[in-house]
């Protein structure tokens, strides 16, 4: 009966985690709400020579994202992007080693560094449909003519367009996109980005808005998907749960004392 009880604790403590979670994270830039499901224990096989102990309680079954589009807030600034779709940006550390793991998000609030990389809050280079950091260069030398970056522009289909001078545009690379089989089951690695694994499968990298890649929106970053009512209805039941299993304990732990001192 104690592993019964027991195990109802360490499921509402676990639903407790993940609704806490949600509720701290609701501000948080391209979050995405997560949800933990459980499954009943139960022997294989009871018989009259073999009796199987019928019920074990709960025990967590997996805690997966729901990845349903935030809406979207304008900020009127070039480097803030929004994802309207699938797919998620692409992340590397500048002192990555060659062919080590990049990391995904939602979370499209991009600045310039000193060397004119894009970067992502935590200093990490945004990569380009071909994988490759992208770098707006603060001059160009076109037809034997210096022009300095002037404006800078980012269209529906992710293409970073400079303006040089009062005229002169050039290209200087595509955001890259990444989608995966099951996006639900990517590896957390906090800072509300992830790794892929075995279960999310291998990303594929292509660029907005075409062959199922969602579109790119400069100007506005993606909110949170978390309805705060739902999510407190959800924290009052688990902390209902919690309360209902502790005092089962305390009822079970005080029956076993009275009968062990009879």
Do not use: W
Not at 35 to 44: G, K, L, T, V
Not at 72 to 94: H, S, Y
Not at 119 to 142: C, E, K, T, W, Y
Request: aromatic share 8%; net charge negative; hydrophobic share 35%.
């Amino acid at each position: 009966m104690f592993s019964v009880i027991r195990s109802g604790l360490d499921a509402s403590l676990k639903q407790l985690d993940v609704l806490s979670n949600n509720i701290a994270n609701a501000k948080t830039t391209g979050y995405k709400r997560s949800d933990a499901s459980f499954q009943d224990i139960y022997a294989e096989k009871a018989s009259f020579l073999a009796p199987g102990r019928i019920g074990h309680g709960a025990s967590l079954d997996s805690i997966r994202q729901f990845r349903s589009q935030g809406p979207l807030k304008q900020t009127n600034q070039t480097l803030d992007l929004a994802i309207e779709g699938q797919g998620m940006f692409v992340l590397k550390r500048p002192d990555a080693a060659a062919g080590a793991t990049n990391s995904y998000t939602r979370d499209g609030s991009f600045t310039l560094d000193n060397d004119g990389f894009i970067v992502s809050s935590d200093g990490q280079f945004l990569l380009s449909d071909l994988q490759q950091p992208i770098q707006v260069p603060r001059s160009a030398v076109i037809q034997g003519r210096t022009f300095y970056l002037n404006d800078i522009n980012i269209d529906e289909f992710g293409r970073v367009i400079t303006q040089m001078g009062d005229s002169q545009e050039q290209v200087v690379g595509r955001v890259g996109l990444a989608l995966f089989s099951d996006p639900t089951r990517l590896t957390p690695q906090g800072n509300n980005q992830f790794i892929e694994n075995g279960a999310s499968g291998a990303a594929e990298i292509g660029g907005p808005f075409e062959n199922g890649y969602g579109k790119m929106i400069s100007g506005a970053i993606e909110l949170s998907n978390v309805d705060m009512t739902s999510e407190l209805a959800g924290l009052i039941q688990a902390q209902q749960a919690f309360s209902g299993s502790s005092r089962l304990m305390q009822s079970e732990t005080d029956m076993t004392r009275r009968l062990i001192g009879g």
